[in-house]
């Protein structure tokens, strides 16, 4: 099994940065893509950004400018430097890796626990 493990997450003033990082416990066989979802209260959960093997980037309208995700192959880790940050940006943030774990796996979706980003106005 594999955990994915956040971090970074906290109470911001409008305007602020934040970054998040994202790592496995060990190591995936193969990673197609990473990306972060967020989830405010009463809404339903949304893509923020991804990036592929390849290392193309997608990301939310709401985000692009403002947000920029990376990744760190060695480690499996994955980030998102989030900048000038709004109050619509709250919500719980959760990374998510598509890969396989080994060579006998498919490719399934592995999520992390989630991390509290809030910003104040």
């Known amino acids: 099994q594999v955990q994915l493990v956040e971090s970074g997450g906290g109470l911001v003033q409008a305007g602020g940065s934040l970054k998040l990082s994202c790592a496995a416990s060990?190591?995936?066989?193969?990673?197609?893509?990473m990306g972060w979802y967020r989830q405010a209260p009463g809404k339903q959960r949304e893509l923020v950004s991804t990036i592929i093997r390849g290392g193309s980037t997608n990301y939310a309208d709401s985000v692009k400018g403002r947000f920029t995700i990376s990744r760190e192959n060695a480690e499996d880790t994955v980030y998102l430097q989030m900048n000038n940050l709004k109050p619509e940006d709250t919500a719980v943030y959760y990374c998510k890796v598509e890969a396989k774990l080994t060579r006998y796996d498919g490719v399934n979706d592995y999520w992390g626990q989630g991390t509290q980003v809030t910003v104040s106005s």
């Open positions: 060990r190591s995936f066989f193969s990673i197609n893509a």
